[in-house]
């Protein structure tokens, strides 16, 4: 098992307090998806550019419901291990109305997944593991692994 993956799970299970906890349900996780996407197209004159693999984006998706009529703020940690190693980054929201099909979002430029996956082409299967921690009222955390998605969400908080 890999220490920072391990670390990382541990720490966000550990992140809130039970008062927290309950009051982290009225934000749910419900789908983690990713995706390699090209930036968009646009016209322009001069020498043709080709587009190669190394020019496209990870995207990381998540799905979720709020249930409040309105939350001040929520914010959302990403951790992504690709090529061995474990990539961070945080997504906060703020005045997020109430809503079942919400959608959080986090990007990978292409040159750090060139130099994560050793100038080798990115593709879908370069994402070794994604969790996403919920971060709302004293940042309770909730885990979502894409591996389980398929079957169900995993609440380790």
């Not at 550990?14 to 749910?28: F, P, Y």
């Not at 249930?67 to 703020?94: A, N, Q, R, S």
């Not at 593991?129 to 971060?135: E, P, S």
Request: glycine share 6%.
């Amino acid at each position: 098992m890999h220490l920072k993956p391990a670390l990382t799970i541990l720490l966000c299970a550990l992140a809130g307090s039970v008062q927290a906890q309950n009051r982290a349900s009225e934000i749910q996780l419900s789908k983690i998806e990713r995706d390699l996407i090209l930036p968009p197209d646009y016209a322009y004159t001069g020498a043709e550019k080709l587009r190669e693999a190394h020019d496209r984006w990870l995207k990381v998706e998540v799905q979720f419901a709020a249930v409040p009529e309105f939350t001040d703020e929520v914010t959302f940690k990403y951790y992504i291990l690709i090529g061995g190693k474990l990539l961070t980054g945080e997504v906060t929201h703020v005045n997020v109305l109430a809503g079942r099909e919400l959608y959080s979002s986090m990007y990978v430029p292409p040159h750090v997944l060139t130099h994560l996956l050793g100038n080798r082409p990115p593709n879908t299967n370069s994402v070794e593991n994604i969790a996403v921690c919920l971060c709302h009222y004293n940042c309770a955390g909730l885990y979502l692994n894409l591996q389980t998605l398929r079957d169900s969400a995993k609440t380790l908080c």
